[in-house]
């Protein structure tokens, strides 16, 4: 059965410490300790001590921070952990969150910036020209000569597609 064994006869120390840990039930039958009604009441006792004593310590802890943070004063080292980051903070400069700095951004060059940094151009790059003119091949590396480097697209012109040439005229109304 659970909870009930026999013990066969072992060395007489052993056999001294082994049955300090049963206790006969009247019947011959050695049942172990924690297995009786008294055991039981140890454990469930134990159990519920420890559960008591770290509820009182994680409340009352935290009553104890909370006083000492609305005085003014930094909560105690065995207490400050039960506190969010935000009650902290009040009375705790190394707990505040951290000011966003805005500033404008300086560009890397000759004056300011890393060295060998990226130099930004004084005037925008070609295909970016206030007169909207679209840029050319130079003729270098067997590019076409006057050739542009823009998709038709961009400059208001579509070419026919084959037969998924677009319908004529303007699209429909809606």
Same mark, same amino acid.
């Given at each position: 059965?659970f909870?009930?064994?026999?013990?066969?006869?072992?060395?007489?120390?052993?056999?001294?410490?082994?049955?300090r840990?049963?206790?006969?039930?009247?019947?011959?039958?050695?049942?172990?300790? =924690?297995?009786?009604?008294?055991?039981?009441?140890?454990? =469930? %006792?134990?159990?519920?001590?420890?559960? %008591?004593?770290?509820?009182?310590?994680?409340?009352?802890?935290?009553?104890?921070?909370?006083?000492?943070?609305?005085?003014?004063?930094?909560?105690?080292? =065995? @207490?400050?952990?039960?506190? %969010?980051?935000?009650?902290?903070?009040?009375?705790?400069?190394?707990?505040? =969150?951290?000011?966003?700095?805005?500033?404008?951004?300086?560009?890397?060059g000759?004056?300011?910036?890393?060295?060998?940094?990226?130099?930004?151009?004084?005037?925008?790059?070609?295909?970016?020209?206030? @007169? @909207?003119?679209?840029?050319?091949?130079?003729?270098?590396?067997?590019?076409?000569?006057?050739?542009?480097?823009?998709?038709?697209?961009?400059?208001?012109?579509?070419?026919?597609?084959?037969?998924?040439?677009?319908?004529?005229?303007?699209?429909?109304?809606?």
């Amino acid at each position: 059965m659970f909870g009930k064994t026999r013990i066969p006869p072992l060395t007489p120390a052993v056999d001294k410490l082994i049955r300090r840990q049963y206790v006969d039930d009247g019947r011959g039958h050695l049942i172990w300790f =924690w297995y009786t009604r008294t055991g039981v009441i140890v454990k =469930w %006792s134990l159990f519920l001590g420890i559960t %008591s004593l770290l509820a009182f310590y994680l409340i009352f802890g935290r009553m104890h921070a909370k006083k000492r943070v609305r005085a003014g004063l930094k909560p105690a080292a =065995w @207490n400050g952990w039960l506190l %969010s980051r935000q009650e902290r903070a009040g009375v705790d400069p190394r707990y505040a =969150w951290p000011q966003a700095q805005y500033s404008n951004y300086q560009q890397p060059g000759a004056n300011y910036g890393p060295p060998g940094a990226y130099g930004m151009h004084a005037m925008p790059p070609p295909v970016y020209d206030p @007169n @909207n003119r679209p840029p050319m091949y130079d003729g270098a590396n067997g590019a076409p000569m006057g050739g542009t480097k823009v998709d038709p697209v961009q400059t208001g012109v579509e070419p026919a597609r084959g037969e998924y040439a677009p319908p004529p005229g303007p699209p429909p109304a809606r």
